[in-house]
Nanobody, 115 residues
Framework: QVQLVESGGGLVQAGGPLRLSCAASGTRFYINAIGWYRQFPGKQREWVASISIGGRTNYTASVKGRFTISRDNFKNTVYLQMNDLKPEDTAVYYC?????????WGQGTQVTVSS
């Protein structure tokens, strides 16, 4: 059973940084692409960034140049470094992976950016 656990969320002032972590277990982590998503209150979850098995990264336009996704296959962990945070980045952030046809999500971590 794949388990994903996010951490690192919190309250930060606008312009500040925050680093989220997603620790994976129960999976052959090195074969998984991992994505970060976020959900605003009353809205559907939206994709933020992803990193492939080979380390190729992609970002949604609103975070490009501010967020960096990376992975440490030895620690089975994916990170989302968030810089120059804006109040509109306030959301619950989730990590996601797929394996053997099933989707797996973490429990989410709240990020709140004050103006």
């Amino acid at each position: 059973q794949v388990q994903l656990v996010e951490s690192g969320g919190g309250l930060v002032q606008a312009g500040g940084p925050l680093r989220l972590s997603c620790a994976a277990s129960g999976t052959r982590f090195y074969i998984n692409a991992i994505g970060w998503y976020r959900q605003f209150p009353g809205k559907q979850r939206e994709w933020v960034a992803s990193i492939s098995i080979g380390g190729r990264t992609n970002y949604t336009a609103s975070v490009k140049g501010r967020f960096t996704i990376s992975r440490d296959n030895f620690k089975n962990t994916v990170y989302l470094q968030m810089n120059d945070l804006k109040p509109e980045d306030t959301a619950v952030y989730y990590c996601h992976t797929s394996q053997d046809g099933s989707d797996y999500w973490g429990q989410g971590t709240q990020v709140t950016v004050s103006s």
